[in-house]
């Protein structure tokens, strides 16, 4: 048995995102139907939409920062209360069993992860519509709890963007005084600055646009460097920890690797299009300074509700323009121009107008 539900979705690669009707499964016993209030829009769906890494399997639903109400849940005594405000990210499911998904890195799941949209469900034969929709249901081991006190539209970047700039933090160990840059300050890079400053870290942001330079202060950097001025970079050279790449074209990853100290670390997370020529590392930049280059996929599910908890503790949040879901294809195009303050967040009540 299934529901039908109103969505929004792109029927072919660049085609404007527009309504649908998808169906949702009856919740199971350990289901939880979620009613969708808001849902964030990650630069990972545009690429989608755009197909840009050729894997895309149409039509697609995007939305993978969702936060909703509980409306209902399965007969199995399930941990969530109805009403409960609730988070559901990248992952929605998993084989469970396999050492990745044992060590709560469902995201590396060896029988293969179903992802929240454009992923096979683990039956194999469905596939998974994301969160531009009314509602959804998710099984509750992967539903997130979303702490008291944060405004739920600003909470719900958190569920991708705050875990894939959390995590690669807590895994290069950021630490106060450490000197972190971030290169692009979009939806990513903005929570790279509020992380790594509530951590302690003296962070640098990296931008194109010197536009974006009183909310990099007001997010905790202590230093903007508009990379397109001439000699911006000169002073910068050896000098951090730990640099974080959000940029979502093409680019040339020798200049930052530059700008590392002596076995500091590069962390990619931005994932151009598949079709951009790729950039070519010399072994020189890597080899004098024990330099690291590296790259961080999300997050599993325990490590995203830490994520969740420590910003309830610190009241981090994104800083986001909440649109109707009418408004989805220019706010791509904002995106693909670099112009977005700083997460697009669909107010899914808008899927009923
Ligand atoms: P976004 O909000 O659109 O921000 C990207 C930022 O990159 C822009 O705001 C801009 O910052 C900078 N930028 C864009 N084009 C550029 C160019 N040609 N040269 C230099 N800088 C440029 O995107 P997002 O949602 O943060 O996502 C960023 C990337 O991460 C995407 O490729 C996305 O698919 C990927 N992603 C990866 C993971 C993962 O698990 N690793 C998870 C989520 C997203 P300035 O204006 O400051 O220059
Ligand atoms: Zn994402
Ligand atoms: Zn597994």
Known sequence: MTQK???????AAKAPVAPMTIER???GPHDVEIEILYCGICHSDVHKVNDDWENTHFPVVPGHEIVGRVVSQGAGG????EGELVGVGCIVD????CPECRAGHEMFCEKGVTFTFDSLEQGKETWTYGGYSASMVVDERYVLRVPKGLDPARAAPLMCAGITTYSPLRQFGCKPGDQVAVIGLGGLGHMVVKLASSMGADVTVLSTSRGKEEDAARFGAKRFIATKEPGALDALQGKFDLIVDTVSAPHDINEPLALLRNSGTLVLLGLPPNAAAATPI???SLIFGNKRLAGSNIGGIPETQEML???GEHGIVADVEVIPIQKVNDAYASMQRGDVRYRFVI???????
């Open 78 to 81: 399930s941990p969530f209360r």
């Open 309 to 311: 908890d420590y910003c």
């Open 25 to 27: 499964r009856d919740p």
């Open 94 to 97: 998993s084989c469970r069993a």
């Open 347 to 353: 107010d899914c009540a808008s899927l009923g107008a």
């Open 282 to 284: 010399n072994a020189g």
């Open 5 to 11: 539900t109103p969505a929004y979705g792109a029927r």
